[in-house]
């Protein structure tokens, strides 16, 4: 069963407009939520987060909302340029046992392509 | 280093071999990850060591795979008698407390022909 789901595989926007991408989640637990970006040929990079206590965090061009009561998770990339082109993932964790690293939960993913 | 190395960064090898890869992560950090993604597909996690706690191994394929981590430092991810499927980019992932997440490496390409 999967926790966390991204369920548009792909997206494309035209430069300068915004990008939305969604993320939802099932587990009650989660009470913090990432995203990464990931270039072909890279890693993952941490892009932005949010804890639960929060509904907005904005940092530039990135903004990611978060609904808790429907479990649900945005990330809006306004003005969206042809450098932002790559698989976004949206990744949750819980909290754990003193002295235990935070597990991430990864979704599936979403290319977005961003057109010139 | 400052961050979590990889290698090799790609890897070539014939169906039925054994391989091997390597992280290094970020020193200090506790906890270490191995994912993987197919062609097309999300992160798929593989397992997790947490400082000498038994790992989670939970996202392992099949006995072909294995992983090992001597303390808090370097891992080793093996598969054994590789098949076409095992084809992926290896992801290397380490993290301490912080709730910011995970710092990978930036991959080995596996292509078993």
């Known amino acids: 069963d999967q926790q966390v789901k991204q369920n548009s595989p792909s997206l494309s926007v035209q430069e300068g407009r915004i990008s939305i991408l969604n993320c939802d989640y099932t587990?009650?637990?989660?009470?913090?939520f990432l995203w990464y970006k990931k270039y072909p040929a890279e890693g993952p990079t941490f892009l932005i987060s949010?804890?639960?206590?929060?509904d907005k965090n904005e940092d530039g061009r990135f903004t990611v909302f978060l609904n808790k009561s429907a479990k649900h998770l945005s990330l809006h990339i306004v003005p969206s340029q042809p450098g932002d082109s790559a698989v976004y993932f949206c990744?949750?964790?819980?909290?754990?046992?003193?002295?235990?690293?935070?597990?991430?939960?990864f979704g599936s993913g979403t290319q977005l392509t961003v057109l010139p | 280093g400052a961050g979590v190395s990889q290698s090799p960064s790609n890897k070539v090898t014939e169906k039925g071999k054994d391989v091997e890869l390597r992280c290094d992560p970020i020193?200090?950090?506790?906890?270490l990850y191995w994912y993987r993604q197919r062609l097309g597909q999300g992160l798929e996690f593989l397992i997790y060591?947490?400082?000498?706690?038994?790992?989670?191994k939970s996202g392992l394929p099949s006995d072909r795979f294995s992983a090992e981590r001597t303390g808090e430092s370097v891992s080793t991810l093996t598969i054994q008698r590789t098949q076409q499927e095992d084809s992926a980019v290896y992801l290397c992932?380490?993290?301490?407390?912080?709730?910011?997440?995970?710092?990978f490496g930036s991959g080995t390409r596996l292509t078993v022909v």
């Open positions: 992932a380490s993290s301490g407390q912080s709730p910011y997440g995970y710092t």
């Open positions: 587990n009650s637990m989660f009470d913090y």
């Open positions: 949010i804890s639960s206590i929060k």
């Open positions: 990744a949750a964790s819980a909290q754990t046992d003193s002295g235990s690293a935070r597990q991430l939960t």
């Open positions: 020193s200090g950090h506790t906890a």
């Open positions: 060591f947490q400082g000498n706690s038994a790992p989670d």
